[in-house]
């Protein structure tokens, strides 16, 4: 078989490395890709969203099946694309329609979705320019801290929480009359400030059947003790130990099944993941947010743990008989550290040099703001690269990367030293 990563992070190298084990992969190529997947791969310099460049590679490289990694190409439409155009109606592309990746796209759409199937979600309601003196006033009746959230594409930045009554009106009003976040903020939900502990949870599914990936914790808070500006996310622990079988099971019955079943019953079709940030309040999960891709730097930690093929299991999902194919875990901890680049999540120099990566051992180093220039390895984004590691527990797989991970060096490397602390 012969497959197509699309993107250039961390999760994208994860994917390939662990793509590229199956004796079903054939051939791997990633677009743009990075300095990781450089290794196991053949990249190429293209923008996911171009969708003609996508298809033309597509096309050029006859390939089998396309692994969509960020949500931009999933929300632009890059399945119904690539489905479109009969010479590729057979290639396989593991990422949901644009209908059904609206999830992502709309927050909107997102708390409309799980009203209609009775998911668990925080109070909210949303509201637009013409709706703005509303949007103050339902303010005025939440308790701080006040969440305002715009309804696009953000980049990871249009999820506001505000102390300050006042504070909070000013940033509605800005954001809907001024545009804050372009398009992305021509809506906005305003929901009640859940207090609890956050996780992720994977759920691969052909549309009909499920299966649950192991879940897991990440870490978005730049500082240690989870302070400072929020991040793409500085590390992940997977499994999560306060996940114990009564939550499970509450998170599968009240979430899982009624997503995938709203799925079905709206006529959204959907191959691929769907990531559900969760958050436990007391003993009950409700859900934060859907993404309609890979986590990341839940990646990092979710998918070493998967023993199965994962392009069997990609394979499973284009076919629809993703239940015939048994999930294989490994019972042990993995844990990841980001390294990431000096002013990371504000402003950050690019292009230095990362050095001593081939004295570190037994552990994982997933590239993803890395390239590869002239045989040296370059630093090009805030978050350069996830350093993974096994242990019997949180402790021994953290531990495993910080004794290691000071021989890996570039000039202005940050990451956060309590990985885990928490738990």
């Given at each position: 078989?012969?497959?197509?990563?699309?993107?250039?992070?961390?999760?994208?190298?994860?994917?390939?490395?662990?793509?590229?084990?199956?004796?079903?992969?054939?051939?791997?190529?990633?677009?743009?890709?990075?300095?990781?997947?450089?290794?196991?791969?053949?990249?190429?310099?293209?923008?996911?969203?171009?969708?003609?460049?996508?298809?033309?590679?597509?096309?050029?490289?006859?390939?089998?099946?396309?692994?969509?990694?960020?949500?931009?190409?999933?929300?632009?439409?890059?399945?119904?694309?690539?489905?479109?155009?009969?010479?590729?109606e057979n290639v396989a592309v593991i990422g949901p329609a644009k209908a059904a990746a609206e999830l992502e796209g709309s927050k909107a759409f997102a708390k409309a979705f799980m009203n209609r199937h009775n998911i668990p979600t925080a109070a909210h309601d949303v509201f637009t320019a013409d709706s703005l003196q509303k949007g103050l006033q339902f303010l005025s009746t939440l308790k701080p801290p006040y969440v305002l959230k715009a309804d696009g594409l953000a980049a990871g930045k249009g999820v506001l929480i505000i102390d300050s009554l006042n504070e909070a009106q000013a940033t509605l009003k800005d954001m809907l009359e001024n545009q804050t976040f372009g398009e992305a903020s021509r809506t906005v939900v305003i929901e009640e400030f859940l207090s609890g502990i956050e996780l992720s949870c994977f759920v691969l599914t052909d549309g009909k059947s499920y299966k649950i990936l192991p879940m897991a914790k990440d870490y978005k808070r730049i500082g240690e003790g989870d302070t400072g500006l929020n991040t793409g996310g500085m590390g992940a622990v997977s499994p999560v130990p306060f996940v114990d079988e009564m939550f499970y099971n509450k998170v599968e019955s009240r979430i899982v099944r009624p997503t995938i079943a709203g799925l079905q019953k709206d006529q959204l079709p959907y191959i691929g993941v769907v990531f559900i940030g969760l958050i436990k309040v007391n003993d009950d999960p409700f859900v934060i947010e859907y993404n309609v891709r890979f986590g990341d730097p839940e990646t990092e930690v979710v998918i070493p743990r998967i023993k199965s093929d994962l392009v069997e299991l990609f394979a499973s999902l284009n076919q629809g008989n993703l239940k015939d194919y048994p999930l294989e875990i490994d019972e042990r901890t993995a844990a990841t550290v980001m390294m990431v680049s000096g002013g990371y999540p504000g402003d950050y120099e690019k292009g230095k040099e990362i050095f001593g990566m081939k004295g570190v051992d037994g552990l994982h180093l997933f590239h993803a703001g890395a390239i590869r220039v002239n045989d040296k390895t370059l630093t090009s984004g805030g978050r350069v690269?996830?350093?993974?590691?096994?242990?019997?527990?949180?402790?021994?797989?953290?531990?495993?990367?910080?004794?290691?991970?000071?021989?890996?060096?570039?000039?202005?490397?940050?990451?956060?030293?309590?990985i885990g602390f928490d738990l």
């Amino acid at each position: 078989m012969r497959i197509l990563i699309l993107g250039s992070g961390g999760r994208e190298h994860t994917l390939a490395w662990k793509m590229s084990q199956s004796p079903l992969c054939d051939s791997l190529f990633v677009a743009p890709g990075n300095s990781g997947t450089f290794q196991v791969a053949t990249n190429f310099e293209i923008d996911p969203t171009n969708f003609e460049a996508v298809i033309g590679l597509v096309k050029s490289e006859a390939i089998d099946m396309v692994v969509v990694g960020p949500e931009e190409p999933l929300v632009l439409g890059i399945h119904d694309a690539i489905k479109s155009d009969k010479e590729l109606e057979n290639v396989a592309v593991i990422g949901p329609a644009k209908a059904a990746a609206e999830l992502e796209g709309s927050k909107a759409f997102a708390k409309a979705f799980m009203n209609r199937h009775n998911i668990p979600t925080a109070a909210h309601d949303v509201f637009t320019a013409d709706s703005l003196q509303k949007g103050l006033q339902f303010l005025s009746t939440l308790k701080p801290p006040y969440v305002l959230k715009a309804d696009g594409l953000a980049a990871g930045k249009g999820v506001l929480i505000i102390d300050s009554l006042n504070e909070a009106q000013a940033t509605l009003k800005d954001m809907l009359e001024n545009q804050t976040f372009g398009e992305a903020s021509r809506t906005v939900v305003i929901e009640e400030f859940l207090s609890g502990i956050e996780l992720s949870c994977f759920v691969l599914t052909d549309g009909k059947s499920y299966k649950i990936l192991p879940m897991a914790k990440d870490y978005k808070r730049i500082g240690e003790g989870d302070t400072g500006l929020n991040t793409g996310g500085m590390g992940a622990v997977s499994p999560v130990p306060f996940v114990d079988e009564m939550f499970y099971n509450k998170v599968e019955s009240r979430i899982v099944r009624p997503t995938i079943a709203g799925l079905q019953k709206d006529q959204l079709p959907y191959i691929g993941v769907v990531f559900i940030g969760l958050i436990k309040v007391n003993d009950d999960p409700f859900v934060i947010e859907y993404n309609v891709r890979f986590g990341d730097p839940e990646t990092e930690v979710v998918i070493p743990r998967i023993k199965s093929d994962l392009v069997e299991l990609f394979a499973s999902l284009n076919q629809g008989n993703l239940k015939d194919y048994p999930l294989e875990i490994d019972e042990r901890t993995a844990a990841t550290v980001m390294m990431v680049s000096g002013g990371y999540p504000g402003d950050y120099e690019k292009g230095k040099e990362i050095f001593g990566m081939k004295g570190v051992d037994g552990l994982h180093l997933f590239h993803a703001g890395a390239i590869r220039v002239n045989d040296k390895t370059l630093t090009s984004g805030g978050r350069v690269m996830a350093v993974t590691a096994f242990g019997e527990n949180h402790k021994v797989a953290t531990k495993k990367i910080y004794d290691q991970i000071e021989k890996i060096n570039f000039d202005g490397k940050n990451y956060r030293k309590d990985i885990g602390f928490d738990l």
